[in-house]
């Protein structure tokens, strides 16, 4: 079998990677990356609904868990979002703003891979796809790492090789394997920014809600929350606030929602008594409420009533119906329609400002591998740029 000498071999041609790679390759190292898709950046073509969001413009480390809440500051305040943004622009890329500072590709988000791949063959990186890591091993050149197709020796070794999401695009965890070969602690990993399963009983209540979606205030039972919509779906609950607050659920907990979190119920229904006291109190919150959704609920929690026969304890119930609304998710629908992977090699293990191991010199970790998980919409791709570049200035 052949062995490639390279200065720099990066695992994983996802964000973090070819980040990585253009950086250390402009600097004039030998860069060589591998992973084991048939194409780069397949995680990338297929976010945002095919257009990504690659970046939010109001990254910031209070974005993203980590055990270690400093960690991401170094990283993301000498590579940020204006900084990735002002590389797309330079190559014309066509992009629009969203709510909340999300930024999508306005096409397609080959338009931004190709921008990607680009940077990547002026930085005279090369690449081989379908090739698979089967050992690693450190010696006095740096690392030899052995593959199905051939062996790499080179003097920096970076691992690039993203979570457990989306099995279906090759997720692996080699990335903790090596981390754990050369004695790095892996936290725990879970599935994050992912969809809710809910209990049968809770199932059948909601069945025919698929496809409605509300704008709600989503808490946890610590009290983090996030105002965005929720979305009923055939297995259980989805929708931005639903992927956000996930990333901080545990099993066994519930969740709050606040269905009208804009007015205040209570209020609202002392109007009504005023200004329309004939119409049943049914009809007036599927006024401002999805009617399929109130007729779901009203059985059990909506009086059978005109509005002007509520009384005050009615009042009182529905008010805190509707906006302390508490439900316990059965799961999540884990690492197949997760965004993300929660948890990952231990950042205490790392430097902040090279991701490089404490314990292993010449070993790198970047990106969704290691413990910073950010929120849903564009954190995650941004982390991973700030990483691939702070890496990739020093391999």
Same mark, same amino acid.
């Given at each position: 079998?052949?062995?490639?000498?390279?200065?720099?071999?990066?695992?994983?041609?996802? !964000?973090?990677? =070819?980040?990585?790679?253009?950086?250390?390759?402009?600097?004039?190292?030998?860069?060589?990356?591998?992973?084991?898709?048939?194409?780069?950046?397949?995680?990338?073509?297929?976010?945002?609904? #095919?257009?990504?969001? +690659?970046?939010?413009?109001?990254?910031?480390?209070?974005?993203?868990?980590?055990?270690? $809440?400093?960690?991401?500051?170094?990283?993301?305040?000498?590579?940020?979002?204006?900084?990735?943004?002002?590389?797309?622009?330079?190559?014309?890329?066509?992009?629009?703003?969203?709510?909340?500072? %999300? =930024?999508?590709? &306005?096409?397609?988000?080959?338009?931004?891979?190709?921008?990607?791949?680009?940077?990547?063959?002026?930085?005279?990186?090369?690449?081989?796809?379908?090739?698979?890591?089967?050992?690693?091993?450190?010696?006095?050149?740096?690392?030899?790492?052995?593959?199905?197709?051939?062996?790499?020796?080179?003097?920096?070794?970076?691992? !690039?090789?993203?979570?457990?999401?989306?099995?279906?695009?090759?997720?692996?965890?080699?990335?903790?394997?090596?981390?754990?070969? +050369?004695?790095?602690?892996? @936290?725990?990993?879970?599935?994050?920014?992912?969809? +809710?399963? =809910?209990? &049968?009983?809770?199932?059948?209540?909601?069945?025919? @809600?698929?496809?409605?979606?509300?704008?709600?205030?989503?808490?946890?039972?610590?009290?983090?929350? +996030?105002?965005?919509?929720?979305?009923?779906?055939?297995?259980?609950?989805?929708?931005?606030?639903?992927? %956000?607050?996930?990333?901080?659920?545990?099993?066994?907990? !519930?969740?709050?929602?606040?269905?009208?979190?804009? %007015?205040?119920?209570?209020?609202?229904?002392?109007?009504?008594?005023?200004?329309? $006291?004939?119409?049943?109190?049914?009809?007036?919150?599927? *006024?401002?409420?999805?009617?399929?959704?109130? &007729?779901?609920?009203?059985?059990?929690?909506? $009086? &059978?009533?005109?509005?002007? %026969?509520?009384?005050?304890?009615?009042?009182?119930? @529905?008010?805190?119906?509707?906006?302390?609304?508490?439900?316990? $998710?059965? #799961?999540?629908?884990?690492?197949?329609?997760?965004?993300?992977? =929660?948890?990952?090699?231990?950042?205490?293990?790392?430097?902040? /400002?090279?991701?490089? *191991? /404490? /314990?292993?010199?010449? @070993?790198?970790?970047?990106?969704?591998?290691?413990?910073?998980?950010?929120?849903?919409?564009?954190?995650?791709?941004?982390?991973?740029?700030?990483?691939?570049?702070?890496?990739?200035?020093?391999?």
């Amino acid at each position: 079998m052949t062995t490639i000498t390279t200065d720099v071999l990066i695992i994983g041609a996802g !964000a973090a990677g =070819l980040m990585c790679a253009a950086t250390a390759g402009y600097r004039g190292r030998s860069v060589s990356v591998i992973d084991m898709g048939k194409k780069p950046a397949r995680k990338i073509l297929i976010s945002g609904g #095919g257009r990504c969001n +690659f970046t939010n413009t109001n990254a910031s480390p209070e974005n993203y868990i980590c055990q270690n $809440p400093h960690f991401t500051k170094s990283a993301l305040s000498r590579y940020s979002a204006d900084d990735f943004i002002e590389l797309v622009d330079r190559h014309g890329l066509a992009y629009h703003h969203k709510t909340l500072g %999300q =930024l999508f590709c &306005d096409n397609s988000a080959q338009d931004l891979v190709d921008i990607l791949l680009t940077e990547f063959e002026w930085a005279g990186v090369n690449i081989d796809m379908r090739t698979e890591v089967l050992s690693v091993s450190a010696n006095n050149n740096g690392y030899l790492v052995t593959t199905n197709n051939q062996n790499y020796q080179c003097q920096s070794l970076v691992v !690039a090789s993203g979570g457990l999401t989306m099995p279906k695009l090759g997720a692996s965890p080699i990335g903790y394997k090596i981390a754990e070969q +050369f004695g790095l602690h892996v @936290l725990p990993t879970t599935a994050a920014l992912v969809p +809710f399963t =809910l209990h &049968d009983h809770d199932k059948q209540r909601f069945d025919g @809600l698929s496809g409605i979606s509300i704008y709600c205030q989503v808490s946890n039972e610590n009290g983090t929350s +996030f105002n965005e919509n929720i979305l009923f779906t055939h297995r259980g609950l989805s929708g931005p606030a639903i992927l %956000q607050i996930s990333s901080y659920w545990r099993a066994g907990q !519930a969740i709050t929602i606040n269905l009208l979190p804009e %007015q205040t119920l209570s209020e609202t229904i002392t109007q009504w008594q005023k200004d329309q $006291p004939q119409k049943s109190i049914k009809n007036l919150l599927s *006024s401002i409420l999805p009617k399929r959704f109130i &007729d779901a609920i009203a059985q059990e929690n909506i $009086p &059978d009533k005109a509005v002007k %026969q509520l009384n005050h304890a009615d009042i009182a119930a @529905l008010h805190q119906y509707f906006h302390y609304w508490q439900i316990k $998710p059965n #799961g999540t629908e884990g690492y197949r329609t997760a965004e993300v992977t =929660l948890g990952g090699v231990d950042t205490n293990e790392l430097s902040s /400002k090279t991701f490089a *191991s /404490k /314990k292993q010199q010449g @070993l790198y970790f970047i990106g969704e591998v290691i413990d910073v998980t950010g929120w849903l919409g564009g954190y995650n791709f941004q982390f991973c740029w700030s990483s691939g570049v702070a890496c990739g200035q020093v391999v």
